[in-house]
């Protein structure tokens, strides 16, 4: 019980300071811009994503049931793709923007994913270490850091490179400390024979990520105002999505040993919780528009319905994640990799008609919720069946 709290609290510091951020960005840049600067954010969580290959879960999982060898193997091969994506990503946005100026304010956010992503590989090795203490202060300290950096940078940049910037420096600085706390025998050496074992993580994870794309889907199809709240929607849940995370980290390494009625029981909560939230945040609807019209002049009602859509099915997603560490702490990789594959390439389809036909943002949010609410079935079956008996 003291792990999770340590780790969430971590996080839940990580999700509030982001939320400022993301706040004052909305604040600040027009409809069009922060649609824009969105849009690439959750791209660039895909591309590190893709870069990681499976290879982080891997290391959770080596670390705490196999050899802590593989795992190191596996953390010096991670860091080297991440290093490549990173730069190749960020060299495509900076040509890109010779064409469209506005995408180089944006640039840093492909080497901060990469380097984001690098961190938290790092940090699950700690986790499977149970120094969860620390990872939570260098989970806190990440996004808080951004954040004083981001306020800084204000004095002397715009903001959409003052937003890119902070996230890139904190993230590098917290890079530094966690490879402080995680050293590697020099004797190490990449093994890219793992990213064969590691692809059906790869394939979750990407699947996972994947549901990124809506926010530059949505942009594509519907008008920039809608396309702002959808993203504001989306970005604001996000960092939420790290205490799922964290909560999936530790449920991996035990779940396992968990008996039967408990994990259900774990996993059935979960679940109502999620309802419960998503509930009241719509009962809350007018408040919710009172709080963020002070900070984004354009919000109206229907826009506030929009973002408390997406912020509900972010949160099924995120109750997914734990499910899916559940399935893998099961070796039900394989069928987890399926369902979220399909589920990512439904929602996604489903994201983009509703768009296209009928062109309102609350539609596209209510298909992308039914989308993961339904994961959430299939996923307990699995978890049903494979644990019978136990």
């Not at 949160?315 to 734990?322: D, P």
């Amino acid at each position: 019980m003291t792990d999770y709290i340590f780790l969430i609290f971590g996080k839940a510091s990580s999700a509030a300071a982001q939320m400022v951020m993301l706040l004052f960005l909305a604040s600040d840049l027009s409809a069009q811009q922060l649609s824009l600067v969105l849009a690439i954010y959750s791209l660039a969580s895909i591309v590190a994503s893709i870069g990681d290959l499976g290879l982080g879960t891997f290391v959770m999982r080596e670390s705490s049931y196999g050899d802590i060898g593989r795992a190191n193997q596996a953390i010096y091969t991670a860091n080297g793709l991440a290093v490549v994506m990173g730069i190749l990503g960020t060299s495509f946005l900076v040509i890109a923007s010779a064409w469209l100026p506005a995408l180089l304010p944006t640039s840093p956010l492909l080497l901060w994913a990469a380097t984001e992503r690098a961190t938290e590989t790092r940090c699950l090795r700690l986790i499977a270490e149970t120094k969860i203490l620390r990872v939570s202060l260098i989970t806190a300290g990440r996004r808080l850091g951004a954040l004083l950096i981001f306020f800084g940078c204000l004095f002397f940049l715009d903001t959409a490179w003052s937003f890119s910037v902070a996230l890139l420096t904190a993230s590098a600085a917290a890079f530094v400390i966690v490879a402080y706390f995680t050293p590697i025998p020099s004797t190490t050496r990449r093994n890219y024979g793992l990213i064969g074992e590691s692809i059906p993580y790869m394939l979750s994870g990407v699947s996972g990520q994947l549901r990124n794309l809506d926010v530059p889907v949505i942009t594509m199809f519907l008008s920039a105002p809608i396309a702002a709240a959808y993203g504001l929607g989306s970005r604001l849940s996000s960092p939420f999505m790290l205490v799922f995370s964290s909560m999936s980290n530790i449920i991996l390494t035990r779940a396992r040993d968990m008996p039967r009625h408990k994990l259900m029981l774990y996993l059935t909560s979960l679940v109502a919780g999620a309802v419960v939230m998503s509930v009241c945040g719509l009962f809350l609807l007018p408040v919710i528009t009172s709080v963020l019209s002070t900070f984004v002049e354009w919000i109206t009602p229907q826009y506030s319905l929009v973002i408390v859509l997406v912020a509900c099915s972010y949160l099924f997603a995120g109750t997914g994640i734990i499910f899916g560490s559940v399935c893998v702490a099961h070796g039900l990789q394989r069928e987890l990799s399926r369902v979220n594959l399909i589920t990512v390439v439904v929602s996604l389809g489903l994201i983009a008609t509703v768009s296209l036909i009928f062109g309102f943002g609350w539609l596209a949010a209510c298909a992308s919720l039914t989308c993961y609410a339904t994961q959430l079935v299939t996923l307990g079956s699995l978890i049903w069946k494979r644990t019978q008996g136990r």
